[in-house]
């Protein structure tokens, strides 16, 4: 096998992980504007190098500040945005999970005016985190279609935004912005959370963008240009890689179908390197539409859940590995937990222990398969 001195690792993660209890602590006392931001950080920091710690401990390559950095894997970043505001939502989605079905309607943003970076966002987080490691530490951001697609053309301001080009244009240019100065602070590791490719892969969750007076069929289209030109203009030896996830929140999940209806133009019209791919459980469908993935691009394959806190074992990931090996080069595979372990405050599923056990099986095995991790 040939080494990868480059992300996506063999063995990589998505992102969060269980933020300790002084933190979340912290961070309400904070929203409360019971303790400055001083002390947030005073607290955060701390937490921060211990998860770095822990990271470089277990043997992974990638190592991410665990979003610490924010409540929300979202709104953190979204809502920093200029003109950028919360809404009640306009879409209507059911979260499955072990005990049943809720029904759940997302937290939903509106643009109200001109958008904007009034600010970096995440950049001095990023200086941070860059301080801690000698390795690749990793930004992740929300994907920008979020601000589009639970509330369609209706979100987004008519007056400042007559023609929804426009939009798109100043919407990337916000990403761009972002990811040119986290380039020039040292990153060299982005990822975009994405949610709605994989939403466009359910049938239920597209007639709900029927209801708000989009086309499923040629929205993937739109958001696959707008994502090429969010991340346009970066260093050429910076990697930019997409988590598709089908909704992660107290074990609970949105989204079901496999993703045969996206596959090509996925793989093959978005100008990322790897695709960090949910495959925990049957409700991701087959391996098959990997056989798609061009040369040069890697799957990282989610074959360990964070949804439950029941430890996989290393014959069943191997199986599922050699399966996978069927439809694409294995040298273009990598290894990964489905999604990160903690998408805000909050619907923890598992101890922090058995979160970093399962890490550290995620690294083990890709030892075993690749001789590295």
């Known amino acids: 096998m040939s080494a990868r001195t480059k992300p996506p690792f063999r063995a990589d993660h998505v992102g969060s992980l269980i933020r300790p209890q002084a933190l979340v602590d912290a961070r309400e006392k904070a929203a409360r504007g019971e303790i400055t931001h001083a002390r947030l950080l005073a607290i955060q920091q701390p937490a ?10 277990i043997g992974l390559q990638s190592i991410t500040d665990g979003e610490y950095n924010r409540k929300s894997w979202q709104s953190d970043f979204l809502l920093k945005i200029g003109n950028v505001a919360m809404v009640p939502s306009k879409i209507r989605v059911k979260f499955h ?10 937290p939903s943003m509106a643009v109200v005016g001109k958008l904007g970076r009034p600010a970096p966002i995440f950049v001095d987080d990023f200086k941070f985190l860059k301080t801690l490691t000698t390795r690749t530490p990793k930004v992740t951001l929300p994907s920008p279609t979020i601000l589009h697609f639970r ?46 490719f994989a939403y466009l892969c359910d049938p239920a969750l ?10 499923p069929a040629t929205l993937p289209r739109t958001y696959a240009r707008l994502l090429n030109d969010s991340i346009k203009g970066l260093p050429a030896d910076a990697t930019v890689c997409m988590h ?20 090509e133009l996925l793989f093959n019209e978005i100008n990322v390197t790897g695709y960090f791919l949910e495959y925990d459980s049957e409700r991701a469908g087959g391996f098959e539409p990997l056989r798609f993935l061009p040369k040069g691009k890697v799957a990282v394959l989610g074959l360990l859940t964070t949804k439950k806190p ?16 069927k439809f694409v080069d294995i040298e273009q595979l990598a290894l990964s937990t489905q999604c990160g372990f903690s998408s805000g405050i909050g619907g923890e599923t598992m101890t922090p222990e058995r979160q970093f056990e399962k890490l550290q099986l995620v690294v083990d095995i890709a030892r075993e398969v690749w001789g590295e991790a």
């Open 97 to 106: 999970s072990s005990a049943g079905t809720r029904d759940h309607n997302p």
């Open 151 to 196: 509330g369609g053309r209706d979100a987004i301001d008519r007056a400042a935004y007559p023609d929804m080009a426009e939009f798109y244009a100043d919407l990337a240019g916000v990403y761009q912005a972002e990811l040119g100065e986290l380039a020039a602070a040292g990153c060299r590791y982005m990822q975009i959370d994405e949610t709605n």
């Open 310 to 325: 029941d430890l996989e074992t290393r014959d069943a990931i191997m199986r599922r590995i050699e399966e996978a090996a």
């Open 48 to 57: 921060i190098r211990d998860a770095v710690k822990k990271q470089e401990e």
């Open 206 to 215: 597209r007639a709900e963008v029927v209801n708000l007076g989009e086309d």
């Open 244 to 263: 598709l996830c089908r909704g992660n929140f107290a074990g609970s999940w949105i989204a079901e179908g496999g993703y045969d209806p996206i596959a």
